[in-house]
C-alpha cells in the first residue's frame, strides 16, 4: 500500500451549503413549533448525525425534558421524537435547493483528487431523499461524487464508522489505510477514527465555526484565529489526525500521508533538543535484527565507535578514553557522578537551567556531599562567581556544569570555565549533551576529566545509550567509589577494555549500529565544523525569522546557542497547545517551555535540518499567526 485510493467528504459544512445553516434553520423552526426554547450553539454542537438521532440528542439535555414536561405535563416519548423529526424534514425540504451551491475550493480540489486517481465517496446526516435534492442542485454546479451513503440506510450513523464501510465496498476499496475522511463536525472526525481511517477536519464553512462566508469576511483576523483553535482543539481532542483551515489543502495533507505510508519521509520535522530528526539512511540500520556478543559488533561496530568518539573529542586524544553506556542522558550523568565523588570529597554544582538543577537531585539522591552555585537563567555561568568560591572554599574537589542549558538555549563559556577551574587543579565534569558533535569542543586542550553526551544529539543517532569521555589516568583512579552495580561507568570501562568492546550487559544493538552510520554521515558532511556552521545558519535564520513575524526571544543573541532557542509567548490570545498542535497537523514538531515562571515555548535547530526547513517552518507560523 503506497497511496490514498479513495477521499470521503461529508456534505453540509464541508463541501456545500457555507456555514451549514439548512439543518440549524430547520431545527430553530421545528422547535419553536413545539414551544421549545433551544439555542444555535445547542444545535450546533451534535452536528453530524442522522437527522433524527441529533434531535434526540438534543432532548436528551435536562433542560429540554424539563420544558418539554413543562408544556406537556409528561415526559417525552420517542413518537414525540419521530414527530418533531417529520417536522423537521417538512422545514428543511422547504429550503435545502436554496443551500446545496459548492464552498469555495470544492469544484477545484474536487478535480486536483481525480487527477491523482482519488476516488470520492461521501457520507453524510441528511436522508437519501435529502440527498437526492442536494446531489442533483450541486451536480448542476459541477459538484458531483462517486458514492453516497445516508444514515437511514443504516440502524444509525455517525458516529458509527458503516456508512464508511460501505462506501469501501461499492468503491472496491481493501483497505481503510487507503481512505481519508474528511469532514467539518466532531461527529465527522469520529466517524473516520471508529473506522481506523485517516481522519481531517475542515474549519472554513464548517459548523463548528458557524459563520456565513459574509460574516466570516468581516469577522477580523484575530478573532477569526481565536475560533480556528478552539475547533481545532476540539477535532485533535476528537481524533482527528490533521485539521486543514479549508479544503483547499487537503490535496496536499493527502501527499503527507502518502509520505508517511511510504516511509520516504519523516512523519514530523522535530524541531526538538532530542530525539531529533535523523536521516532515513540512520533508521533502516534498524530495520534488521543484530546480534551482540561477538567480534562483528564488538570489535567491528561498538571499539570503532569508541576511537571515532575519540578522534572527534580532540585532535590529540593520546590520553584520553570513552566508554558507552544504556541509558537516557541523565542516566549517564549520574552514573559519572556516583562512579566519581567519594564521600570524602566536595562537589560544586554550577547550575543555570534545570539540566544544572537535575544534578542536584542526584546528588542529593546519593547522599553526594555538594555545594551549589547557582546563576541567573538568562545568563551565561560567570567563571569569575566560580573563581571566588574555589578561592573561598577550599575543600571543593569537583566541579561540575552543564555546556549549553536548553532549559533556555543558552551556552556557558566552556573555555573560561574550564580554564578556572583547572587554574585551582579541581576534576571538572562537563554535561555537553546538546552541545558535543554540533560545537566543536577539544577535550583535551580544555583540559576536560568527564565530558558527558547522548547518541541522540548533534551527532543525530537515536535515544537509547550515552556516552563518556575522560581523561585515561582519570577513569583509573575512580575503581570502587560507585555506589551501585549499573552505574559504575569503571567497571563498564574495564569491561569493554578486556573484552574489546563488550557490554557488562545486554546492548542496544540496533541503537548502537544507528549511531556507527550517524558518525559515518557526520564524517561525509565534514565533521564537526561543517555541522556546527549548518546550526549556526539553522539558529540564524530561525532567530532573526522569528522577531520579524512578531516573536521575541529569551535570550539576546549573544547568549544564544546554535541548538535551541526560547521564545516568549506572545502577549494575547496565546495558546500553546494549540499553537502545538496545528504545527503538528503540518509536519512539524517544537517543545514547551522549561522555565517555570515564565512563559515560553522552544524551537531546535540541531538534527537533520537544514536552512530550507527553518524557511518553511516561518512560513508556516507566520500563516498560522495570520501576519
Known amino acids: 500500500m503506497t497511496k490514498i485510493e479513495c477521499v470521503i467528504l461529508d456534505w453540509a459544512g464541508t463541501t456545500v451549503d457555507y456555514g451549514c445553516f439548512a439543518p440549524v434553520g430547520a431545527f430553530l423552526r421545528m422547535f419553536r413549533q413545539f414551544h421549545l426554547d433551544v439555542t444555535t450553539a445547542q444545535i450546533r454542537r451534535s452536528m453530524g448525525l442522522a437527522k433524527i438521532d441529533h434531535i434526540r440528542t438534543i432532548m436528551n439535555d435536562a433542560d429540554m425534558t424539563k420544558q418539554f414536561l413543562t408544556n406537556y405535563s409528561r415526559q417525552w416519548f420517542e413518537s414525540d421524537i419521530v414527530k418533531m423529526n417529520e417536522y423537521f424534514e417538512q422545514y428543511l425540504f422547504e429550503t435545502l435547493r436554496e443551500f446545496a451551491r459548492p464552498l469555495p475550493y470544492v469544484l477545484e480540489t474536487a478535480e486536483r483528487l481525480r487527477g491523482r486517481g482519488i476516488k470520492i465517496g461521501s457520507t453524510t446526516g441528511y436522508t437519501e431523499a435529502m440527498m437526492q435534492i442536494v446531489c442533483v442542485e450541486a451536480a448542476a454546479q459541477g459538484y458531483h461524487v462517486d458514492h453516497l451513503e445516508t444514515p437511514d440506510t443504516f440502524s444509525g450513523g455517525r458516529p458509527s464508522p458503516f456508512m464508511i464501510f460501505r462506501n469501501m465496498e461499492r468503491l472496491k476499496i481493501d483497505s481503510v489505510k487507503k481512505i481519508v475522511k474528511v469532514g467539518d463536525t466532531i461527529a465527522d472526525i469520529r466517524e473516520g477514527y471508529h473506522a481506523g481511517c485517516f481522519s481531517i477536519g475542515i474549519i472554513e464553512g464548517s459548523s463548528e465555526l458557524g459563520l456565513s462566508l459574509e460574516e466570516f469576511i468581516q469577522t477580523t483576523p484575530d478573532k477569526i484565529e481565536i475560533k480556528k483553535r478552539n475547533i481545532a482543539k476540539r477535532m485533535f481532542d476528537a481524533g482527528a489526525d490533521y485539521v486543514l483551515n479549508n479544503i483547499s489543502e487537503l490535496p496536499d495533507c493527502i501527499e503527507k500521508i502518502e509520505q508517511k505510508i511510504t516511509g520516504k519521509t519523516a512523519p514530523y520535522l522535530l524541531l526538538t ?103 541567573k537563567i ?48 579541581k576534576l571538572l565534569v562537563v554535561d555537553a549533551m546538546s552541545s558535543f558533535g554540533g560545537i566543536p569542543i577539544d577535550v583535551e586542550k580544555l583540559n576536560i576529566d568527564f565530558l558527558i553526551s547522548s547518541a541522540n544529539k548533534c551527532i543525530q543517532g537515536v535515544p537509547g545509550f550515552a556516552f563518556i569521555i575522560a581523561k585515561t589516568e582519570k577513569m583509573k583512579q575512580i575503581k570502587g567509589i560507585a555506589r551501585t552495580l549499573s552505574l559504575d561507568i569503571y567497571d563498564q570501562w574495564e569491561t569493554m577494555n578486556q573484552g574489546k568492546g563488550k557490554w557488562r550487559f545486554t546492548s542496544p544493538t540496533h541503537v548502537v549500529r544507528a549511531f556507527a552510520q550517524a558518525l559515518l554521515e557526520l564524517e561525509q558532511e565534514g565533521g564537526i565544523a561543517a555541522r556546527y556552521k549548518r546550526y549556526v545558519e539553522n539558529e540564524r535564520r530561525l532567530y532573526e525569522g522569528m522577531k520579524k513575524i512578531g516573536y521575541t526571544p529569551f535570550l539576546p543573541q549573544d547568549f544564544q546557542s546554535p541548538i535551541i532557542t526560547s521564545f516568549l509567548y506572545p502577549k494575547e490570545n496565546f495558546s500553546f497547545e494549540d499553537f502545538y498542535y496545528r504545527l503538528k497537523a503540518n509536519g512539524v514538531v517544537i517543545y514547551p517551555g522549561k522555565i517555570s515562571d515564565i512563559e515560553t515555548f522552544r524551537i531546535g535547530t540541531i538534527g537533520e535540518v537544514y536552512p530550507e526547513d527553518i524557511s518553511f517552518l516561518l512560513e508556516l507560523i507566520q500563516s498560522l499567526s495570520g501576519n
Not at 568518539?309 to 541523565?330: D, F, M
Not at 566541579?399 to 587554574?423: D, R, W
Open 273 to 375: 533538543p532530542g530525539p531529533l530528526s535523523t536521516t532515513q539512511t540512520v533508521k533502516e540500520v534498524m530495520l534488521q535484527d543484530w546480534c551482540t556478543w561477538d567480534t562483528d559488533y564488538n570489535e567491528g561496530v561498538v571499539t570503532v565507535i569508541r576511537d571515532k568518539l575519540l578522534k572527534l573529542a580532540s585532535e590529540t586524544p593520546n590520553n584520553l578514553t570513552t566508554v558507552l553506556l544504556q541509558g537516557s542522558g541523565t542516566y549517564v550523568v549520574e552514573a559519572v557522578l556516583n562512579s566519581t565523588v567519594r564521600n570524602s570529597d566536595h562537589l560544586l554544582i554550577v547550575t543555570n537551567g534545570v539540566y544544572g538543577d537535575r544534578m542536584i537531585k542526584i546528588a542529593d539522591k546519593a547522599a553526594l556531599p555538594y555545594t551549589v552555585l547557582r546563576g
Open 378 to 425: 538568562e545568563q551565561p555561568i560567570s567563571s569569575e562567581s566560580i573563581r571566588e568560591k574555589l578561592q573561598t572554599d577550599s575543600s571543593i574537589t569537583h566541579v561540575a556544569f552543564v555546556h549549553c542549558e536548553t532549559t533556555t538555549g543558552i551556552l556557558n563559556p566552556l573555555e573560561q570555565i574550564s580554564e578556572t577551574v583547572k587554574s585551582f587543579d
